[in-house]
């Protein structure tokens, strides 16, 4: 059970990081982002870091066992979809500069992440 709690929240922190409607052209936020996933509860885990890119405003995970979807508006607000397997996970929030926060949620699990541009 602490095995698929840990992945469960690796899955959610990946998924964490959001994106929502952005242009085809390059974005400003385009690049690689150190984000970091956290959750008030234990049975969620202590948190975790994932690196994730943008590119052209749409995003992608660094990690070939995390799926991610999403995109980044033109004004920061950011939606995505990160998933593994049958875990699932959606995060929401805003990109500033060279910074970023949000709220995400799972089937079991519930937090909040930051992002820095690496």
Known sequence: MH?????LFATLVA???????ASAATSSFDGTWNVRISSSSETCGNGATVAIGINNGQIASSSAAVTASGRV???GSINVTLSTGIKRAVGFGRLSGTSGSGTW?????????TAERM
């Open 73 to 75: 508006a033109d004004a």
């Open 15 to 21: 998924i964490a990081f959001p994106l929502t409607q």
């Open 105 to 113: 949620r799972g089937a079991l699990c519930t937090g909040t992440w």
């Open 3 to 7: 095995g698929f709690r840990r992945g």
